[in-house]
């Protein structure tokens, strides 16, 4: 059962946006009780940080992106969103939708979309 569906991602030229969106099945309950965040992988590196925003709201950046993204959720919806402007080339990369509870627990992936920013 896919639990975390990404949409949104496809080719733009640097300095341009786009924003991802995640949805949330109904399989995972509280969802308005987890932190909610995006992560990305580029080819040949491993999985990193870029965001996450608690059920308070509260936002966190990875130092690349600070600045340039803003990761926002809308819990009736069961959806989080990660706007990307001032897109760069070394932004390329499979991004990816997670899930937890504040404590770690239950965590949830994505199957990732993909973000190529060239000219």
Known sequence: ???LVES???L???GGSLRLSCEVSESIPSLHMYVMGWYRQAPG???EFVAAITAR?????????KGRFTISRDNAKRMVYLQMNSLKHEDTAVYYCNTHTPQGENDRWGQGTQVTVSS
């Open 12 to 14: 733009v030229q640097p």
């Open 8 to 10: 949104g991602g496809g």
């Open 57 to 65: 709201d509260y936002a966190d950046y990875s130092d690349s992106v």
């Open 45 to 47: 590196k491993q999985r």
């Open 1 to 3: 059962q896919v639990e």
